[in-house]
């Protein structure tokens, strides 16, 4: 979550069939389909996070703030040209938290509400995508 770390990457990726991928692959399991070209999509649950360093003008205190959250996710890529894609994303954060530490040890953590998200992009590649 946002700090210098090593994360294990454990699992499994077994094909189900022509179609069904599933990916027991810690700690970002997903499931994913290759329907018939163009189409692909691919569910996921990943945990996320990020830490910043903040210095207080006014007291000279630093203090390092991290969020953290749980993801699902579903995303649907579309590939509408030789060597052009277009994704679209949805999902929801969930399980989230906002904690700042200073640096005389004083801590303020909290909860924070579920939040959807969505993100929409346009991937080129200069060469034709690989198709499975």
């Known amino acids: 979550y946002g700090g210098p770390h090593t994360y294990p990457l454990v699992g499994l ?6 179609y069904w991928q599933l990916g027991l ?15 692909s999509a691919r569910f996921q649950l990943r945990p996320t996070g990020s830490r910043w360093r903040v210095l207080d003008a006014d007291t000279g205190l630093e ?6 959250e749980m993801r699902l ?3 649907v890529r579309w590939q509408f040209a030789r060597s052009w894609q277009f994704e679209a ?25 579920d939040a959807a998200f969505g993100a929409i992009a346009f991937h080129y590649s200069g060469r034709t995508a690989n198709k499975k």
Do not use: E, I
Request: proline letters at 7%.
């Open 73 to 75: 996710s579903a995303d």
């Open 89 to 113: 994303s949805l999902g929801v954060g969930f399980n989230r938290s906002l904690s700042t530490v200073a640096t005389n040890g004083r801590r303020v953590a909290a909860g924070l509400d």
């Open 25 to 39: 692959v810690m700690p970002a399991p997903y499931l994913r389909w290759h329907g018939s070209p163009p189409w």
């Open 63 to 68: 203090f390092y703030t991290v969020a953290r």
């Open 13 to 18: 990726a077994q094909k189900l069939n022509s």
